[in-house]
C-alpha cells in the first residue's frame, strides 16, 4: 500500500529535499504551502507535472499554521500517514524583528497542527523539527541530554514545540518525534542565510560583479552539514520501533571565519580582502558556539553526516558559479523526475 505523508515548509531547503526522498521510496506526497500574489515554489517546480497526469504522487494544498481550522480540514481530507512540520519563521536574526510571528508559526503552529492529529484520531507519526539554537548558551558537544538555553525568539519558540511534541507523545500515546537538527546547508539555502550568502557571494566576486561582502559576527562557530543527508535522517527516526527525539550533526565545529577561508578558496581568493563588518547583522543576543553529538542517531538509527565543511563549501560554491553561468538560481540539483502532479484545493 502506498504510504501518504504531508509536509509543512515543503517549498523550503528541508521540504524539498523531503520530497525528493519520499517520492524516490513510492509515497504520495502532499506540502502545505501559503497562498501568496506570487508563486514561491522554486525548488519544487522540477517534481511536479499537470495534476492529472496519471499517477501523479505529488499535491499542493493551500495553508498556513496559524489557521487551525484550515489544518483540521486539511488533515482530514489527506488522512496522511506520517506528518512532517518543518514550516516555521526560521530565520534567527529576524526572529528578533518579528518575535510575535515567530511564536506564532514555529511555535503555536505546531500546537495547531498536533490538535488537529488528535481530534481527528489520525493513525499517523509525526515529525517536529527541532533546532540546535535550543541549546543556545549551553556549552558544546551538546546532545540529547544538555539542557536548554536558547537565545533568539526562535530558539525559544523551538523549545516550546519540542516540548509540544514531547507532551502529547507523553499524554496521548501520539507516535511524536523531534529531530533537533545542527545547521544543514544546500545549494537550496535561502540568499540570506549565512553560508549561502557567502557562497553566493564568492561566485559574484568571482565573477567581477561584486567587490565586497559584508556580515555581523565571523567568530561564532556551528556545526555545518548537508542537508539532503539530514532528510534521510528524519525519515529513519519516523521509521524507528518507538518514538524518541534525536540529534543530527556533523560532530565539527567551523566559524564563519573558517567558512569564508574555505569558499573564498575555491576559487583562489584571500576572503579578508572582500568582507566588510556591518554591525546591522549582529544579533542582540549571540550563541557562540554549537556542536552536535549524534551518536544516539548513530547507533539507533545508523544515521552519519558524511559531507562536512570543506566539501560543502565546495559543493555550494560551485552550485553558485553555475547559476550565474546559467542566469538562474541553483536550487536544482538533482535530476527532474517524471509522473508527479500538483494540485490545489
Request: aromatic share 10%; with cysteine; proline share 5%.
Amino acid at each position: 500500500m502506498t504510504r501518504r505523508a504531508l509536509i509543512t515548509g515543503i517549498t523550503g531547503q528541508d521540504g524539498s529535499y523531503l520530497a525528493e526522498l519520499l517520492l524516490n521510496k513510492g509515497y504520495e506526497v502532499h506540502g502545505i504551502i501559503r497562498r501568496a500574489s506570487t508563486f514561491n515554489t522554486t525548488r519544487i517546480d522540477h517534481l511536479y507535472v499537470d495534476p492529472h497526469t496519471p499517477g501523479a504522487r505529488l499535491f499542493l494544498h493551500f495553508g498556513d499554521l496559524v489557521d487551525g481550522a484550515r489544518l483540521i480540514t486539511l488533515l482530514s481530507r489527506i488522512a496522511p500517514d506520517e506528518v512532517y512540520n518543518l514550516a516555521a519563521q526560521s530565520h534567527v536574526r529576524v526572529s528578533f524583528d518579528e518575535p510575535e510571528y515567530t511564536a506564532d508559526t514555529a511555535g503555536l503552529g505546531t500546537v495547531r497542527l498536533l490538535e488537529a492529529v488528535r481530534h481527528l484520531d489520525l493513525n499517523c507519526r509525526f515529525y517536529q523539527a527541532s533546532s540546535s539554537e535550543m541549546f543556545g548558551s549551553s556549552p558544546p558537544p551538546q546532545n540529547e541530554d544538555t539542557p536548554f538555553h536558547p537565545r533568539s525568539p526562535y530558539g525559544v519558540s523551538k523549545l516550546f514545540s519540542y516540548w509540544t511534541a514531547r507532551n502529547y507523545r507523553e499524554a496521548y500515546g501520539l507516535f511524536t518525534v523531534n529531530g533537533i537538527l545542527f545547521n544543514h546547508e544546500s545549494p537550496r539555502r535561502g540568499e540570506t542565510f549565512v553560508t549561502r550568502k557567502i557562497t553566493r557571494a564568492v561566485a559574484r566576486i568571482h565573477a567581477g560583479l561584486d567587490r565586497h561582502l559584508y556580515l555581523g559576527n565571523v567568530d561564532v562557530v556551528r556545526d555545518w552539514g548537508y542537508a539532503p543527508e539530514y532528510v534521510e535522517g528524519m525519515w529513519r527516526m519516523m521509521h524507528a520501533d518507538a518514538p524518541d527525539d534525536y540529534v543530527l550533526a556533523t560532530g565539527f565545529g567551523c566559524s564563519v571565519r573558517e567558512f569564508l577561508a574555505l569558499a573564498f578558496a575555491h576559487v583562489g581568493l584571500d576572503w579578508e580582502e572582500y568582507v566588510r563588518f556591518d554591525d546591522r547583522y549582529l544579533r542582540p543576543t549571540e550563541i557562540d558556539a554549537v556542536i552536535g553529538n549524534s551518536s544516539k542517531a548513530q547507533s539507533e538509527l545508523g544515521w552519519k553526516a558524511q559531507v562536512l565543511a570543506p566539501e560543502l563549501t565546495k559543493i555550494m560554491v560551485a552550485a553558485d558559479i553555475r547559476a550565474l553561468e546559467l542566469g538562474g538560481t541553483p536550487c536544482i540539483d538533482r535530476p527532474t523526475l517524471p509522473g508527479w502532479g500538483v494540485e490545489s484545493r
